[in-house]
């Protein structure tokens, strides 16, 4: 994943304003001619999960359609979804595993400590949706997005 200091910078502040729950939201850009996803933009959506949203974080179909036609507005594609784990580590867990649905998409995850954004990492769902991968998170220089 290619991306900014500020767009990894809100995400973390997402992460933060939403706890003690699991914030979420969209990854906006393109893929590049190596088929990274370059994030130039995000969408916030709200956690739709109506319980255990210390836990867990649900979008829907609609949030998608959303985030699809605000990325359409500025020339780009969604490329990925972002989250945080309040008070557990910056990796997918077994429900994360399960619910991921796109593979080429990246999965950024923001550790949250207390309300304060941690580790922050970024991963692709193997295309047999079987694991993720760990993604290299890249920053260019700013001029060059």
């Known amino acids: 994943m290619e991306t900014t200091e500020p767009i990894l910078d809100a995400i973390r502040q997402?992460?933060?304003?939403?706890?003690?729950?699991?914030?979420?939201?969209?990854?906006?850009?393109?893929?590049?001619?190596?088929?990274?996803?370059?994030?130039?933009?995000?969408?916030?959506?709200?956690?739709?999960?109506?319980?255990?949203?210390?836990?867990?974080?649900?979008?829907?179909?609609?949030?998608?359609?959303?985030a699809d036609a605000a990325a359409q507005e500025q020339g780009l594609d969604v490329v990925g979804v972002y989250h945080s784990h309040p008070d557990h580590p910056a990796r997918p867990s077994e429900t994360d595993l399960e619910e991921a649905t796109f593979p080429g998409f990246t999965y950024v995850i923001v550790s949250v400590r207390d309300g304060a954004p941690e580790a922050l990492t970024a991963w692709a769902l193997a295309p047999d949706r079987s694991e993720f991968h760990r993604e290299d998170i890249v920053r260019p220089d700013p001029e060059a997005l």
């Open 14 to 66: 997402r992460g933060a304003d939403a706890y003690p729950e699991e914030g979420c939201g969209f990854l906006l850009g393109t893929v590049t001619d190596d088929g990274d996803n370059r994030v130039t933009a995000l969408h916030r959506a709200p956690n739709r999960r109506s319980e255990n949203r210390e836990r867990r974080y649900e979008l829907t179909a609609d949030d998608y359609r959303t």
